[in-house]
């Protein structure tokens, strides 16, 4: 039976709000995989007290035993007891339950490709005070859990799709991560999965520069002519659909945004804040090149929110839909 486990990640964020308030809705019993919310159930009661949701749960010791989604009705598989159930005070006692939850719900789709996985938002720092010192993200974990040798970060909305060439690291190390052979390996990465996972019959990417103006012919760097565009040629000889490299801030246009399939960024601010402007809550977080289905919402924890308003929907319920999409 296909199956999407959801991952709340930080307990003390929205993660948690923004399943209880989805299961409420008649999209709720519209998605026809099973849902199994991976949580403490002290957690998830307190939360629904909290946001004064009145909702069933459905404690599973056995993920076979999953059966369709219920309007007001949630089913939970417990791995492990969460330390603080607080809403928006963070607690570095969390941390290992915040990466037990995540490691189940990995492991359990690496056994069984009919589960995919879906991730709510963690709170990077604090999972590194609870003792996670080398913890960059959840691409970067889930890439080393499942042993992929490549994983690459695309955020999708209806408006713009952008890809990571780097992913959770300082500025300053940016340019010595960025390698050809790493490069090729991502373009390839992105085509084949938004033929996949998109259904996009011939991609267009575009690879941005890493330097102001794509390096105005090595005036401004010589990152574009010694890598990225050796990587550009290399790829369109495979016959990849693929150019570049252009200059970011000219590359987001309405005309090249409606002729573009793709956006490989050198790194992480290059375009996100882009994404964002445009689509922010209505994005969502997907990990091309390993073994799983793994989804994501395109937001942080909010926590001065978390227990206490509605937060946006829009994010999780595109990754839930994309997910099971996915599974087909």
Known sequence: ?????????????????????????????????????????????????????????????????????????????????????????????????????????????????????????????????????NFQGHTEWIQQKTRAKHAVMLLASKKIKVALATTHIPLSEVAKNIKKARLINIIRIVEEGLKKKFNIKNPKIRVLGLNPHAGESGKIGQEEIKIIAPAVEACKAKGINVLGPISADTAFNKALLKDTDAYIAMF??????????????????????????????????????????????GSLKEAIVQAEIQLR
Request: hydrophobic share 45%; with cysteine.
């Open 268 to 313: 992480h601010d290059q375009a996100l804040p882009v994404l964002k402007a445009l689509s922010f809550g209505e994005a969502i977080n997907t990990t091309l090149g390993i073994p799983i289905i793994r989804t994501s919402v395109d937001h942080g924890t909010a926590l001065e929110i978390a227990g206490k308003a509605k937060p946006l929907l």
């Open 1 to 133: 039976m296909k199956q999407i486990l959801y991952s709340h990640g930080e307990p003390a964020g929205i993660g948690v709000d923004l399943i209880l308030h989805i299961a409420k809705l008649n999209f709720w019993d519209a998605i026809k995989a099973p849902i199994i919310v991976i949580a403490d159930l002290a957690l998830l009661k307190a939360r629904a007290a909290d946001l004064n949701l009145q909702i069933q749960f459905l404690e599973l010791k056995d993920l076979t035993k999953a059966k369709k989604n219920k309007i007001g009705s949630i089913q939970f598989y417990c791995a492990a007891p969460c330390k603080d159930n607080i809403a928006g005070t963070l607690n570095p006692h969390n941390a290992g339950y915040v990466i037990a939850n995540l490691n189940f719900a990995i492991q359990a789709a690496l056994k069984n490709s009919k589960i995919a996985l879906v991730t709510g938002p963690i709170q990077k720092s604090n999972l590194v005070d609870g003792g996670f010192k």
